[in-house]
C-alpha cells in the first residue's frame, strides 16, 4: 500500500505542488479508498491556497471538520501524519492564558482578555491583534465567520463586522457550588463552540443548553442535554456530551455524578452511560473519545480503578462493542479510534487493541499543577504514534511503543498536528505561555 501511495504522489503531485495539486491528489486518493491520507491532502490543500468551498466539500464527504483544528478539543486522533525527527523549528511567547485556535486556511489564533492574536502558522510570527466584543475569551471559525464566545455569543465576520446571537439568560436546574474549573458563575454563560463537518455550529452554555446553527448561523435545533456539560463533541449523525452534576458532598473541582450522552438533530436520546467513577472535574473529559468516522468510545472505570469497560458505539447510538480492559490507576488521558485506545493512567501508558495491551509503559512524570490546569496532554497521529507531555519534555512514542524522539522542552503540553506534519505545542506557565512547532 505504501509503495502504491507514493506512485500515486509522483503521479499526481508536480514539483513544487500548488493547493490545486493537493486537491487533484485528495480525489485520487479518495477514489483509492485512502480515506485518512485524502483528508490530509484536503488540509494541506487548503493552506497551500486551494478554494474554500471545494476543499470544505471534499472533506464534507469525508465526514470530518474543515479543520485539523478540531483534534484540539474532540480527543480524537489526528487525520494528519505527525512528526518523526523532533526538532523544534518555530517558536513564540503568548501572553498568559491565551487560548489557541487552528483555522482552515492555516491561520492560528490565539484569544485573550477581548483579543484576538493572529499568527503565521509557518514561522508563529505574531502578525496582529484586534480587539474582539467584552467578555469574549474563545474563537473559532464556522463558514460564515470567526464564533466568538463568552459571557455573550458574537459572530465576526471577515470584514470585520460583529453581531450578536446571544441567548436569555436561564437560572442554573440543579443546586449546589459551580466549580471555577468550567468557567462558569452564578449567570450562565457559553462554552467554546465547535463546528462539525456539515458545516453546522454547536453552542452549548454553562447551565447545559444546546443551540445548534445552520452554515448562515440560523436556529435548526435547542434543547437541554443536562445540568452541566463538561465537553461537547460532534459526529456526522449524532452530538456526544459529557453531562455532570456537582454534588454539595464533594470536594471543590470534583463531580458527584457524570454521565456521557448522545442526541441527534430532533433531541432525542441516543445514548446515556453513567460515569462509574468521574472524580475531578479535570479528569472527566478523558472518559469520552470519538473518532473520524464517527464512532464514540466511552470508557467506565469501577470505583477500585482495578477494572474498566471500553464501550465503542456506532453513529446513530447503537453498541459495537464492549471491551474489557486493564487498568491500574485513575485515566488522565483517553484517544480512540476504531477498537484500540491509547490510555494515559497516573501510572501507566498503553496501547490496546480490542482490550489487550499492545504495548505498556511507566507513565510520564508531569506536576501536579500543571496536570491540572491542562489534563489533556496526548495526541495521535494518522499512522498511531502517540505524542504526550511530561516534566523533562514532550515525548513520542511510535506504534510499538517504541520511543521516536525526545524534545527537552520542559512542562510543554501537545496541542494538535498541523498540516505540515509538525506538533504545536505550548508551555503552560504561570507568568507566560510559550508556543513551538516540533517536526
Not at 314 to 329: M, N
Request: glycine share 8%; aromatic share 6%; with cysteine.
Amino acid at each position: 500500500m505504501d509503495e502504491g501511495l507514493g506512485e500515486l504522489k509522483r503521479r499526481v503531485l508536480p514539483s513544487p505542488e500548488s493547493g490545486r495539486d493537493r486537491v487533484n491528489l485528495a480525489l485520487a486518493l479518495a477514489r483509492s479508498g485512502v480515506r485518512r491520507e485524502a483528508v490530509e491532502a484536503y488540509y494541506k490543500a487548503r493552506v497551500l491556497g486551494a478554494e474554500a468551498d471545494e476543499v470544505r466539500r471534499g472533506l464534507r464527504a469525508l465526514g470530518v471538520p474543515a479543520s485539523p483544528g478540531y483534534c484540539i478539543r474532540a480527543g480524537t486522533p489526528s487525520p494528519c501524519r505527525g512528526p518523526r525527527r523532533g526538532v523544534v523549528v518555530a517558536r513564540a511567547t503568548l501572553p498568559v492564558q491565551t487560548q489557541i485556535t487552528l483555522d482552515e486556511d492555516g491561520a492560528l489564533f490565539g484569544v485573550r482578555d477581548c483579543e484576538l492574536l493572529s499568527f503565521e502558522l509557518r514561522t508563529l510570527e505574531h502578525l496582529g491583534t484586534v480587539s474582539l466584543p467584552n467578555g469574549a475569551r474563545s474563537v473559532i471559525r464556522a463558514p460564515r465567520g470567526l464564533i466568538l464566545a463568552g459571557p455573550d455569543f458574537h459572530v465576526r465576520d471577515d470584514g470585520g463586522a460583529v453581531r450578536s446571537l446571544a441567548l436569555e439568560q436561564e437560572s442554573p436546574m440543579a443546586e449546589g457550588p459551580i466549580s471555577p474549573y468550567s468557567g462558569a458563575s452564578s449567570r450562565e454563560t457559553y462554552r467554546t463552540p465547535i463546528v462539525d463537518a456539515e458545516g453546522r455550529t454547536i453552542v452549548t452554555t454553562t447551565f447545559g443548553r444546546v443551540q445548534v446553527l445552520d452554515r448562515d448561523l440560523r436556529r435548526i435545533a435547542e434543547f437541554r442535554a443536562g445540568p452541566r456539560i463538561s465537553r461537547c463533541i460532534a459526529s456526522p449523525r449524532a452530538l456526544w456530551f459529557i453531562v455532570r452534576e456537582p454534588h454539595p458532598g464533594e470536594p471543590d473541582g470534583y463531580v458527584g455524578r457524570a454521565s456521557v450522552r448522545a442526541f441527534d438533530l430532533d433531541a432525542r436520546c441516543l445514548v446515556d452511560v453513567q460515569l462509574e467513577r468521574p472524580g475531578r472535574l479535570q479528569d472527566v473529559d478523558a472518559f469520552l473519545s470519538v473518532d473520524d468516522l464517527g464512532a464514540a468510545h466511552v470508557l467506565t472505570v469501577s470505583p477500585s480503578s482495578q477494572s474498566a469497560h471500553l464501550r465503542v458505539f456506532a453513529d446513530d447510538g447503537r453498541l459495537r462493542a464492549d471491551l474489557a480492559l486493564p487498568l491500574a490507576s485513575p485515566v488522565r488521558a483517553f484517544v480512540a479510534r476504531d477498537e484500540e485506545c491509547w490510555i494515559d493512567s497516573d501510572s501507566t501508558l498503553a496501547r490496546l487493541e480490542r482490550g489487550e495491551a499492545v504495548w505498556t509503559s511507566a507513565a510520564l512524570p508531569l506536576e501536579r499543577w500543571r496536570r491540572d490546569m491542562c489534563p489533556r496532554r496526548s495526541i495521535v497521529d494518522r499512522e498511531g504514534a502517540a505524542y504526550m507531555g511530561a516534566d523533562r519534555g514532550i515525548v513520542a512514542i511510535d506504534p510499538s511503543g517504541a520511543t521516536l524522539f525526545e524534545v527537552a522542552e520542559p512542562a510543554f503540553v501537545p496541542l494538535v498536528i498541523d498540516p505540515w506534519a509538525r506538533v504545536l505545542a505550548m508551555k503552560i506557565g504561570a507568568l507566560t505561555r510559550e508556543l513551538v512547532a516540533i517536526e
